[in-house]
Structures are given as C-alpha cells and as structure tokens.
C-alpha cells in the first residue's frame, strides 16, 4: 500500500519538496519536515486555534487538515506575514505594540486568525470580534489587549484588506 | 493512527466507484474524521478526498426551495445573503457552530455526519466499553459523567447526544438529503437519523459507498420568520447544552399563529423535531403565557441520568425563548 509519497508543498510562496506519509497532518509537515515551527501544537485536536494557518486564502486549522489536502494550494503561515525586508504586518505590529500575549505560545494562531478575521470583515466591534475571534484560546487569558490588537489593527488596515 | 492511503477524486464517478472497496472512507472538510482517525475511533484504510468534486459546492435559492451542495462550506452558507433572508435559522445555526477555522474547512455533508462528543466513545485507550464504538461491549457513559448526555431518544445501550446545529434546523422544516449509490434517493432528514435502539453503531441511513450530494429545504413563510437560539457552557466556541430551532408563520391578522415549527438540539440522541409544541401552538394568539404553555411539553418522555436533569429544565425555556424571538415579542 503506497501511503509515503512525494508532495509539493506551496508555502509562503515556496516549493518544498517533501516525502509524506499519508497520516502527516498540515502542522506536524510545516513543524517537523518543512523546517517552520511557528505554527503551534496546543491541542492536535481542534479545540485551541494554536495551529491557525491560511489555506488557499483562508484561515483552517493545520491539526485537522492533512497535508495531502493541501497540496496545490497556496498556504501561508506566520512566518510568511511579514515583509521580505522583515517589516511587521500591521497585525504582528499591533500585537507587540498592545502586548497582546505572555507566554505566546497562542500567539502565531492568534495572529493569523486576526489577519483573515479582519480581512472577512468581522472585525467591526469587539463583540464581532470576540465572537470571530473564539476560534483562538489563550491560556494567559491575554484577551482584552488581543482584542484591542485588533480592533487597531482593523481601524488602520480597513475591512476587506489583502492578507 | 492506523496507515492510509490518500487518493483524490477528479468527479463523483470515479469517488463511488472507489469507495466500493471495503475500509474506505470519503474525506471533505476533514474536521470529524481526521480527528476521530488520531483518536482511534475511525480506522479507514483509504480515504478519499472529495473536495475537489466538481459542481457539489454550489448554494441556490429558487421560489420554492434552497439547495445546498454537499461541499458547500459552513462558513460560505452562513454567509449567504440569500439564505440569510429566506432561511436566518439556516445561517444562525451554521455560524454559531464550532469555530471561523473550522467553518471554513467543515462542508454541509460532512456535518450531518459528524458523530457525537460523548468523552468515552472519543477516548478508546481507556474505554472499551462503548457500545457506539465496539458494539455489545456497554456504556461507560451510563453511570459515568454523563452531564452532555441525552436525556431524549436514549435507550439501554447508548446515550450519546447527537452534537450538531445544522442538523436541528434543517429537521424543523422538513428538508431532505440526496443520497448517490447505485442509484439516486432523497430522503427527508428527519428519517435520516436513527434512535440509537440496541443498534447505536448505526447512527444514519446512509449505506457504505453512498455520497450525500446535497440537502434541500422547501421555502416557507415559517422558514423566514425563524430563528436558532444555542445555549451552551461558554458564549462561543462550544456545542449545545441546549439549542432550540424555531418558526412561526402569522395568519393575517398578524396576532394568530398559523404554524409553527420547533426543533431541539443538544438534548436528544438525533436532531429532535418537538412536533407536541408545534401544534400546541397552532391557532393559537402569539404571546408569552400561550408560548411557554406550549414549550412545556417540549420534554415529553424525557428521562435523566446522573447529572443531566438540568437539561430537562432548560430546553423548553430556550424554546420559549426561541419563539418570543421569532415572533418578535422577546
Ligand atoms: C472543536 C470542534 C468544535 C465543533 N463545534 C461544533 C458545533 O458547535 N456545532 C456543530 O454543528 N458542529 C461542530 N463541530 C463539528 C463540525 O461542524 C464537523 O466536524 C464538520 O461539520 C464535519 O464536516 P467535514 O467536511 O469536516 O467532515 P469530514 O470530517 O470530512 O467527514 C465527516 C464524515 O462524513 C463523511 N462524509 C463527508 N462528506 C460526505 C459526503 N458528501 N457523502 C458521504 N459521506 C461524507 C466522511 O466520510 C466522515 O465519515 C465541531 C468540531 C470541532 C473539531
Ligand atoms: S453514551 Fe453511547 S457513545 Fe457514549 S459510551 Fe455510551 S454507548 Fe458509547
Ligand atoms: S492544535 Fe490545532 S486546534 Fe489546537
Ligand atoms: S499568551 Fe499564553 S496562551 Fe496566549
């Protein structure tokens, strides 16, 4: 049964080239095979948002997703967020500038999900926030300043920004 | 997890005649089985990736119905303008379910077969005891923590609830679900889902190999005026403690009820239509003392286990409230 093969992986506007069992999940292959560890493993399960990264545009969970799934689409984590000459997305930006995290293990997820929330147009009050934002589960209980991240964040991109 | 082989389908044509083969499974959005395959609890052999089907995306709204492709995502249907104003329960259900991450993964399909929460069916090392999952074997559920559990449509052999929003709202109105096997059928939901029985290992209609197309949900004046209200431990993020789907369809005089439509989640062992308040309400004038009579008997035959009874105590107050808003007296 040929469940190791070949897959071109497409992230942060990059080929890797990789050798997959099949079972390797979109996070264990951005962490241990495709030398990207910024995506966090909180849970493996869907229940935490640690692993947020954006699939073909949008924000999915790298736990739940095998990377066979995502080969030919474009994928991008948080190390593909900001600028070649390593300026901050306003996202990233925002969330030093209100210190939105403390150990920051969440924070790669959170950031990522905020980018594509903002983008969705959910971003518009901090309720739409909050509830948008659910997807993400910060053990430091970090909430208030990861909202206020974003909703500046949201004020300076404007809805509907690219990500 | 056990080995698998990964296949993509170009067309529906080639994704049946795969899944013919014995220990293969059809993945769309991933979010229930690839979890349950990391738990041990699915253990396909090959699965199938159907996302990339052709034409099964698609969410159209005629004079008569709405139809939904089965690879349609939840988040893409939540947000549908159309089906936002001909169907709000429909987009309330879907978008105060899981999580933005999830809904943008989850297809419709796939969530009518996601399978219950129920901590020991999930957790094979330690539980071998699951009717659910290894039939014949008991319930550890039973006489364990079974706060989540059903207190509707349970049996000696299982009482696990059934987890999802959509589902609840789509046995309200009478929608149904196209089914491809050999041969083409459309079944109504309600008729989709079984009671758990002695049989709790068959949770649904669906026969191995068969591929749920889409599901359909006739237009109504009900549907329009209907409303999906979730009460749960944490304000997002969770699954129901108790949900209730509703809709009320007014007589002219804008004060009678001429229909209406309940149905409950997060209480029962399938999505649970309350036909009993329905008719409760059914001619009746729309105001609360009449509602909450008729929400009443939303618990018909209910039966608590250890720690659930307060389920029975909440469900016929989040209809009652499910309607005051639907009606737009709350
Ligand atoms: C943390 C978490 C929280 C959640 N919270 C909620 C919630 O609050 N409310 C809620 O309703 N749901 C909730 N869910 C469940 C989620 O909505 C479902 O997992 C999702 O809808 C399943 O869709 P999928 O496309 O990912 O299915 P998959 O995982 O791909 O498939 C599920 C099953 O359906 C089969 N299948 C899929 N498509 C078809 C088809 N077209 N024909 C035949 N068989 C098919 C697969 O073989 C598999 O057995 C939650 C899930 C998680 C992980
Ligand atoms: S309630 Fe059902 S799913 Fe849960 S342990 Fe009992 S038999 Fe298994
Ligand atoms: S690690 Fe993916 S959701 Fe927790
Ligand atoms: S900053 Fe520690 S989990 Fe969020």
Redesign the pocket.
Known sequence: MATQRAVRLRINGRDHDLTLDSRVTLLDALREYAGLPGSKKGCD???CGACTVHVGGQRVLGC?TLAMQAEGREITTIEGLAAPDGTLHAVQAAFVEHDAFQCGYCTPGQIMSAVACIHEGHAGSDDEIREYMSGNICRCGAYPHIVAAVRDAAARLGKGTSL | MRALEYLRAPDTATALREAAQPGT???????????LMKCGVERPARVID?THLPGLDEVTVSDTAIRIG??AK?SQVAADARVRTVAPVISEALWR???AQ?RN???I???L??RTRCTYFRDTAAYPNCNKRNPGSGCAAMDGLNRNHAVLGASDACIATY????AVALVAFDATVRIMGRFERVVPVDQFFRLPGDRPDLEHD?APG???LGIEIPLSDALRRSHYLKVRDRAS???AAASAAVGIALEADGRTIREARVALGGVATKPWRARAVEQALAGKPLNEAVIRDAAAQAMAGAQAREHNAYKIALAPKVVARALMSAGGIA
Do not use: H, K
């Open positions: 399960q869907g229940q739940l | 499974r059809f993945l769309a959005g991933g979010t229930t089985l690839v979890d159907i089965a690879l939840m379910a899981a999580s999830l993964m989850a297809s399909g796939g969530n077969l996601q987890p999802g929003d959509l669906l068969e591929m749920i993020y969770e699954f």
